[in-house]
Structure formats: C-alpha cells, structure tokens
C-alpha cells in the first residue's frame, strides 16, 4: 500500500534519512522501532509531506507522492499523529475533531457525523470533554484526541510518531489495543515507536532503524526474537 | 515564571488606568471640547482599528507584515471618489464596488506576488509588500493625480450634537461599519472551519499542515480578508480625510503601530490598540501644536516595543517542546 524507496532527506547539510526503502502492506501494522534521532520521526515526516525528500520516492496506492502538500497527501487518503500529539490547545475536543474533517469540508457532511461517533465509541472520553478545551486534557486523553483527530480525514493510512511518548503504562495500553481494534476494522497503520516491545507485539511486521538506515527488517514476531534486538532494544 | 505574569499585569493594567486617568482629566479640565478630542479620536480610532485587523490577519497566517496595507485603505478612498462623487453612483453601490476591486486587487497581488515567495524567508516577502505599496502609490498618482480628492459624505446633515460635543454624521457611519466588520471577521475566525483552519495554523502549523489545511489557501484567505477591511477602512472615512495617493503610508503606519501596541496578530488587541492610539492622538493635537500628532503613534510604537514587545493584548511566543 505504502512504497517507501530509497528515501534520503536532508536538514540543510545534515543527512537525516539515507536511502531509506520500507513497505507497508495493505491491513498490516508495520512499526519502525530504533533510538532516539535515528530517522524514524523523519520518516513519518517525510511520507506526510511536512519534510522534503532529497532523493528517492513515496508512492501510495501505486501514485508518487513524494514531496506532493501535506494537505494534498491527507487528501489522498494519509493521515499522521504527530509527535508529541499536536492538539490545538485553545481550541475545543469538537472543534480539533471537526479539523480533523478539514479536507472533506465541502463534502461527506453525513459521513464526518458517522466518524464523529466512531471517534466517540473508541474514546468515550472525548465525547464527555467535546466543550472542553483541548490545553486542558491529560497527556492520556491528548493523545486519544489526536488518534481522533487524525481518523476524521478517513484515512486508509494511518501514521502514527511515538504514541506512548510520556503515558503512564495503563494508558499505553490502552491505545494500543484501540491501534488493534482499527488494525481489526481494516486500517492500515504504519507506527513508529521507541518502546520497542509494545510495538513488536502489537505490528506484523517491523524495521529497526539507526543513525538513519534500516538496519535490520522481519516479522513483528522474529524481531521480537532476535538477539541483537533483544539486547539493544529490549533490555 | 508567576513573577513575571503578575509584572505583566501590573505593566497592563497600570497602561490601562493611566489611560484613563487621562481621559477623566481631559473630560474634567476641557469638559465638551474633550468629549470633542475624544469621539473624533474614537472615529479615527476605529479605523486605526480595521487598518491593524488587517496587519494581525495576515501576519498571523504567514507572519508577514504586509507594508502594502495602508495602500488598500488609499484605493478605496480615491475608487469611492471616482465612483460616487463623480460617477453619481448611490453611496451604498460605490462602497460594494469598491470593496470589491480593492479585494480583488488584494487577493490577486497575493497570487501573482507574495505566493511565487513562499519558499523565500519572510523579511524577502516584506520587502516584496514595501515594493507592492510603491506600485499601488505609483499608480494611484498617475490615475487620480497629486491633488487630494472630496469624497461625498454617506448621508447628508450637519453636525449632530451630542453633551455639547459635534460629531458629523459620517463618525457614525464610521463606527457603525467598524462594528460590523469586528464581527464578521470574528465569526469567521470562530464559526468557520475555513477560518478555525487558519487559526489552527497560526496555533501550530505542522499540526494544521496534517489535518490538510494548506498554507497556500491560508495566505490567499488572509490577503483577501485584509484587503476588504482596509478598503473598507479608507471608504467610510475617506469623507473626513481628503483621501490622495499618498494618504495610504501614513494610514498603514497608523495601523501597523495599533496592531503592535495591541498584541499583532490578535484581533481585539487590534481594537484596543485602534482606539488608544486615535483618542491619544486627537488629545495630543488640541494640547500641543498640530505637527506633533503624527509623533505620537510613533512613540507609542516605540514604547511599547521597548516595555511589552508582545503588546497589550498578545502573547510572547509559547516555546514549542
């Protein structure tokens, strides 16, 4: 679904990203674990357009959109959780949902009503807070909200940048097994996280990443198994 | 960090009361004749006001001070000149008119002159407006000429006396379209998602980019919108200022000086600052020789900058983790 080749981005005279070649396979969680500064968040920036690709291609659903508007991307069916989860902090749970719906604003009117439940079914919570202003919410329900926000655009892909960031373990666990249970509904989710055991055990499949290249690559369940990353990343 | 907000407060509110402070003492020492200063600072003031909605607009969405504002404010004045006074058009079909050429011409300057930068740094797309404000004087001097124009007032009638003080009756006019469009842009920028798009970008744009929200539309958007109040702006007073192709420069130092004292980039510090740097204005020209009014948006500017570069109203940069 998602072709990812040979990818190198660049921060001024920096080299974050070096011939970097992933797929994410349609219905499947991939997940890139690797250190901090390794590239991962890069990555995730460059396939949403929010950085700019030096070399190589992005190509989604046989269509290259490498270096296409981040807008255009979302447009075409990509939605990305930002680091850090990015809500709009002065601004309500219901307006940072109805943003999410920004690109089908002149259309779908039904349809982003039908994702607003959906939205509310998996995080109960933010039906509660909708009034309330999104600054206010615990790290835990800022975070749902961005996995809210980012599901109202409708996308057949979802990127997600380090959903555990700063959580207490109960609530990583909890979004974790939402990341499931929209991985059961079909979506296709592409995840990168430094927790590497959460992640290993919720993907399918999982590329390991350093100082900018993919250094090793296999099923969810053999990287869970291997030495090397057992070592370095599991502990 | 507690510290420093309660000296923020301290700093704004102490602004406030001497604020006041001044007005009781101009209203108990001049009595009418200040009540005079002080509405005729109000009406200036309100269109000080639109003129800085116009800077905070725009540089919320791209962070560019647009030096071109004031010349939208000129455009509408000469255009309503040209249009009602001597095309005998109804004052009503000249304003809509007007607004409209001048948003067009606003919007289109963005497409054909401020998009082809956007991968330029922003000091480059502020030297791109000064060059757009030169154009638009250049041209207005060879379509109107050199001479300020009379332009019609909206209604007939002399002075309506109010506590001793007179207003023309174009002063209400004044406020009341000021009014009006405080409104409408506010509704925009809090009922529409086009407008909660935009002011999610200037929250956090990476965040806006990802929810689809594109710049390129943002900036197209913010142009348009300031276009029309500064043409609006210069129509409503244009009967009290004797508009000419020059009266633009001074009216967009007038604005962007009110847009910083009020906080750039937030709208009621917009207002505030509008109001403020009209009435001291007017005050300061019945005290002191007429020649030092100009000054005194100036020094303000220069104060405030100096004390609370954030303004009145605004915010200092939040620093992003």
Request: proline share 3%; charged share 15%; glycine share 12%.
């Amino acid at each position: 679904m998602l072709r990812v080749d040979k990818l190198s981005t660049f921060y001024g005279n920096i080299q974050a990203l070096r011939d970097v070649t992933i797929r994410a396979r349609r219905g499947q969680i991939t997940t890139i674990i690797g250190a901090n500064g390794a590239g991962k968040t890069t990555l995730l920036r460059t396939v949403s357009g929010l950085n700019k690709a030096r070399h190589g291609l992005v190509i989604y659903e046989d269509r290259d959109i490498t270096n296409m508007q981040p807008s255009r991307i979302v447009h075409a069916g990509i939605s990305q959780v930002p680091q850090g989860r990015q809500v709009f902090g002065e601004m309500t749970v219901g307006e940072n949902l109805a943003l999410g719906a920004y690109v089908r604003r002149f259309r779908e009117r039904g349809e982003i009503e039908d994702d607003r439940r959906m939205v509310y079914e998996l995080f109960p919570v933010l039906e509660e807070r909708a009034s309330q202003v999104a600054g206010t919410l615990s790290g835990g329900e800022q975070q749902m909200l961005a996995v809210g926000r980012a599901l109202m655009s409708h996308p057949r892909l979802l990127l997600l940048d380090e959903p555990s960031m700063g959580l207490a373990p109960k609530v990583i666990q909890s979004i974790f097994r939402t990341l499931l249970a929209l991985h059961e509904q079909g979506l296709t989710i592409l995840l990168v996280e430094q927790d590497a055991k959460i992640a290993l055990e919720t993907a399918d499949y999982g590329y390991v990443m350093r100082t900018g290249k993919v250094a090793l690559e296999g099923e969810a369940g053999e990287l869970l198994e291997n030495e090397e990353v057992k070592r370095i990343y599991l502990g | 960090m507690v510290g420093r907000d309660a000296d923020n407060r301290i700093l704004v509110g102490g602004a406030a009361a001497a604020f006041c402070v001044l007005i009781v003492a101009t209203l108990v020492v001049k009595g009418s004749t200040g009540l005079q200063w002080i509405m005729s600072g109000m009406t200036v003031g309100s269109i000080y006001a639109l003129i800085a909605m116009g800077f905070s607009v725009i540089y919320s969405s791209t962070h560019v001070i647009n030096f071109a504002q004031g010349e939208f404010s000129m455009l509408g004045g000469v255009l309503m000149f040209s249009l009602v006074t001597r095309g005998h058009l109804p004052t009503w079909l000249g304003f809509i008119i007007a607004v409209l050429i001048v948003t067009a011409i606003g919007a289109g300057l963005e497409r054909v002159a401020i998009r082809p930068m956007r991968n330029h740094s922003v000091i480059s797309v502020i030297i791109v407006t000064i060059g757009l404000a030169i154009a638009l004087r250049a041209t207005a001097k060879w379509i109107w000429g050199t001479d300020p124009v009379r332009v019609t007032a909206f209604s007939s009638g002399t002075r309506v006396k109010i506590l001793g003080a007179y207003l023309p009756p174009q002063s209400f006019w004044v406020f009341g379209f000021a009014a009006v469009a405080v409104v409408l842009v506010f509704l925009f920028f809090n009922r529409t998602l086009l407008g909660k798009g935009m002011r999610a970008a200037a929250m956090n744009p990476d965040a806006a980019s990802l929810v689809g929200v594109s710049s390129s539309t943002s900036s197209l958007v913010a142009w348009t919108i300031a276009a029309a109040l500064g043409s609006a702006a210069g129509i409503v007073i244009a009967p009290i200022i004797l508009p000419s192709f020059s009266s633009g420069a001074m009216l967009g130092l007038k604005g962007f000086s009110a847009a910083v004292v009020g906080g750039l980039g937030s709208a009621p510090g917009a207002v505030v600052g509008g109001l403020v740097l009209g009435v001291l204005e007017t005050i300061t020209a019945g005290v002191l020789p007429t020649g030092y009014k100009d000054a005194i948006a100036f020094l303000l500017l220069i104060l405030v900058l100096l004390v609370r570069p954030q303004g009145l109203l605004g915010r200092a940069e939040d620093v992003k983790v």
